[in-house]
């Protein structure tokens, strides 16, 4: 049997016996012990210290204790009570981590180091993998673009822990959200914390996981939107103990999610809302109407030509255009109405709570005389050039209303009628307006009209009627005005009033006109060859205005027939030469200096600007009818005519007035010094084969208009 003394030597033997008896209680304790003299000579160590080490207890008696024990302080330094972290030197170089304790006992030959050895491989393990679970731990939180959180089931009580993202969310440190238990709520919006505290408090009393969305306020003020999940983490009593959560930012998804509920509802051009929000918005009107007794008007508004504009001036212009037309929109109507965009060029304005009875003017209804102020508001608004890319440029509307409840009773036949009152408008005189009137056009004639009009495009149902324009010095005829009739296959024929508007908008006018442009040349070749020179006037669209290579396309029509550029005088309205004026002034000036004669026709309807007049290179300047109508009675029409028959001359244009009727309105032209004129007075318009005998009649028309006076 192994004694102590063998394993220590007769020192060790004689010191064991002295200090503790049984020496087989060292062996049997659990720690590694080592006992050195004070100079760190090794004098005894047990089994389970020489086991540790991989040595037999012989191998290290007089070994130093520093040899088998590395310490940052070394042990024979040590203080009695010292517990140092250390490592024991395997016999095959594996160094296994340990802790030191250091004691002290007095022998016969001095004073004794007693060192227990503590294997703490497991600890370190278990502390390792710990460190690398709390690093990926914070690796994933910290990853994670959100507040990461653990909070103690006490309300009152701060948080456990939260992750660096509190600052760059909030703007504040993790030290203040963890030192102030209220922190968390003093960053919650004013509006949203009484929902989400309760919230928060349901979830911690129940247990059962939180998920929700609110506002929180950044330390700078702005506001962030946020999305919170939270579950309840149990003791072992399966009670609620603390709250682990994550705070998302969500402000762009909610902002994506508000623009998407916004486009919804909204244009997405102009910021008006669009025929969804309309519709809705005249229910509740109606509703609220029906309730009080009062009325509600929708005004539809188209605006004329405004293909044109985007055919000619590009997308982006028309764009501009549509958004300052929204804009002077708003600024025809009260706070309580809507304007919205219908879609394309089409606007929609809803008129609620209107008083009914009876209107300022006697025989006009409140409601009524309500929403035709509006519309003269429109039209007064539209009277201002629109500034598109550093070009002036004049646009009118046509305007369809229809109010509740006198014309309907719901908001799909009120929306319907505005929009058949539109289409008259346009049909009869574009950028006025029209209160629908029962007996009007109705939707599905409108649709079977237009697509009759398709066919008389293909198959050039068109015939030409030709009116005298005359020289009122002798009553001769000076030239004739070609205009166009539809003639349908019934026999009937179409005034041009009643379908230029609509072939207009749906893009055909160019065909028309390119038509009426080679009829009138071939007509005026035909009188040639009966020995007659007559000038035609041909009527260009604002659409053949603006359609490129103008001017050359209608000298290449010319000549190919053998004809100068007089023999045709082309005519546009006054609204379409002041539409864009700039524009109109390089396109005439391109006519005019190939020798093609240019007429102003309506004169006096639209918005001319006397300096662009002054500048435009006009020929003829046709007063509209509705000035000459009554113009030898009517003190104020006769001033504005003589002014504007002045204002031609002074210009270097020849006056022509167009509708006179009477032999009194003819003797107050010629008195004036008008030069031209046409009208019923003179003769109506009449098929080609009628021109001749005008032209013929000896003294012109004259005697008749002598005889007349």
């Given at each position: ?12 033997a004689?010191?064991?016996?002295m200090?503790?008896?049984p ?7 659990p720690?590694?012990?080592v006992?050195?003299a004070a ?10 210290a ?9 191998e290290?008696h007089d ?17 009695p ?11 095959d170089?594996?160094?296994?981590p340990v ?8 022998g016969?030959?001095g ?6 050895l503590?294997?703490v491989?497991?600890v370190?393990?278990?502390e390792?993998?710990?460190?690398e ?23 009152d ?10 600052t760059e ?13 209220y922190?968390?709520r ?18 911690c ?9 609110y ?22 009593r ?13 402000t ?8 998407v509920?916004?486009l919804a ?17 005249l229910?509740l009107?109606?509703?609220r109407?029906r ?11 188209d605006?004329?030509?405004f ?9 982006h ?9 929204a804009?002077?929109l708003?600024g025809?109507?009260?706070e309580t ?29 409140a409601?009524?005389a309500?929403a ?15 500034t ?9 509307a046509?305007i369809?209303?229809?109010?509740f ?15 058949t009152?539109?289409?008259e408008?346009?049909?009869?005189h ?25 066919h ?6 068109w015939?030409?009627?030709?009116q ?22 019934n ?25 009426v442009l ?11 060859e ?11 669209s ?10 050359e ?23 379409t ?21 240019i ?5 006096g309807t639209?918005?001319s ?9 006009v020929?003829?300047?046709k ?28 210009l270097g ?8 009727e009477t032999p ?6 010629r ?24 032209v013929?009649r000896?003294g012109?028309?004259a005697?008749r ?5």
């Amino acid at each position: 049997m192994t004694t102590n003394a063998d394993r220590s030597g007769p020192e060790g033997a004689r010191v064991l016996d002295m200090l503790l008896e049984p020496a087989s209680l060292l062996e049997a304790t659990p720690e590694c012990l080592v006992v050195a003299a004070a100079d760190g000579r090794i004098v005894y160590v047990n089994g389970r210290a020489a086991a540790l080490a991989a040595y037999t207890p012989d191998e290290l008696h007089d070994r130093s204790v520093g040899e088998l024990v590395a310490t940052e302080v070394p042990v024979t330094e040590a203080a009695p009570g010292d517990v140092l972290a250390g490592t024991c030197r395997r016999r095959d170089g594996e160094e296994v981590p340990v802790e030191v304790h250091v004691g002290a006992v007095d022998g016969p030959a001095g004073r004794y180091l007693v060192v227990t050895l503590r294997d703490v491989s497991e600890v370190r393990r278990g502390e390792a993998a710990r460190f690398e679970a709390e690093a990926k731990y914070a690796a994933l939180v910290e990853g994670i673009p959100a507040i990461t959180y653990i909070d103690p089931i006490d309300p009152d009580q701060a948080s456990i822990y939260v992750s660096l993202q509190v600052t760059e969310l909030l703007g504040i440190s993790q030290r203040e959200w963890l030192e102030d238990p209220y922190c968390w709520r003093r960053h919650v919006h004013p509006d949203d914390i009484d929902r989400v505290w309760d919230e928060y408090l349901e979830a911690c009393r129940t247990g059962r996981s939180l998920s929700h969305e609110y506002r929180m306020v950044h330390e700078d003020g702005h506001v962030i939107w946020v999305s919170e999940q939270a579950m309840i983490v149990r003791n072992e009593r399966g009670e609620p103990w603390l709250v682990q959560g994550v705070i998302f930012d969500i402000t762009e998804r909610k902002r994506a999610e508000e623009q998407v509920a916004y486009l919804a509802y909204h244009d997405k051009l102009t910021g008006l809302p669009n025929r969804a929000l309309f519709e809705e918005m005249l229910e509740l009107a109606l509703a609220r109407a029906r309730r009080h007794g009062l009325g509600v008007g929708v005004l539809y508004l188209d605006l004329d030509n405004f293909k044109l504009v985007n055919d000619s001036m590009g997308h982006h212009v028309g764009d501009q255009l549509l958004v300052q037309l929204a804009e002077r929109l708003r600024g025809c109507t009260r706070e309580t109405d809507l304007v919205a965009r219908q879609g394309g060029d089409e606007f929609l304005l809803l008129l609620a709570d209107l008083e009914r009875g009876m209107g300022p003017d006697p025989g006009e209804d409140a409601d009524v005389a309500a929403a035709s102020s509006v519309a003269e508001r429109v039209r007064e608004a539209l009277r201002e050039p629109f500034t598109l890319e550093g070009t002036e440029f004049y646009a009118s509307a046509s305007i369809g209303i229809s109010l509740f409840p006198r014309d309907a009773q719901d908001g799909e036949t009120l929306l319907r009628n505005a929009d058949t009152a539109m289409y008259e408008a346009k049909r009869t005189h574009p950028g006025s307006y029209v209160v629908f009137a029962h007996g009007g056009r109705d939707p599905k004639e409108h649709l079977s009209f237009t697509t009759r009009l398709r066919h008389a495009v293909e198959q050039r149902h068109w015939v030409l009627h030709y009116q005298p324009i005359v020289d009122l010095a002798d009553g001769s005829v000076h030239a004739v005005e070609a205009l166009i009739r539809w003639q349908e296959p019934n026999g009937g024929l179409v005034p041009p009033g009643e379908f230029i508007p609509v072939a207009e908008e749906l893009g055909l006018i160019e065909a028309i006109g390119d038509w009426v442009l080679g009829e009138a040349i071939r007509q005026h070749l035909a009188w040639r060859e009966q020995g007659l020179e007559i000038p035609i006037g041909h009527n260009l669209s604002p659409r053949e205005l603006w359609s490129p290579r103008l001017a050359e396309r209608i000298l290449e029509r010319l000549r190919e027939a053998g004809l100068g550029p007089g023999a045709i005088t082309l005519e546009i309205t006054e609204s379409t030469a002041m539409t864009d004026p700039e524009r109109t002034q390089r396109v005439l000036g391109e006519l005019h200096a190939w020798g093609i004669p240019i007429a102003i026709d309506d004169f006096g309807t639209g918005y001319s600007s006397l300096a662009r007049l002054k500048h435009m290179p006009v020929d003829v300047l046709k007063i509209d009818r509705m000035f000459v109508r009554d113009v030898d009675r009517d003190r104020d029409l006769a001033g504005m005519v003589r002014a504007m028959i002045q204002l031609a001359q002074s210009l270097g244009m020849l006056p022509l007035a167009e509708g006179v009727e009477t032999p009194g309105e003819y003797v107050f032209l010629r008195s004036n010094g008008c030069r031209y004129a046409q009208g019923f007075l003179f003769g109506r318009p009449v098929p080609a084969e009628g021109i001749p005998e005008l032209v013929r009649r000896e003294g012109g028309l004259a005697p008749r208009l002598a005889a007349a006076r």
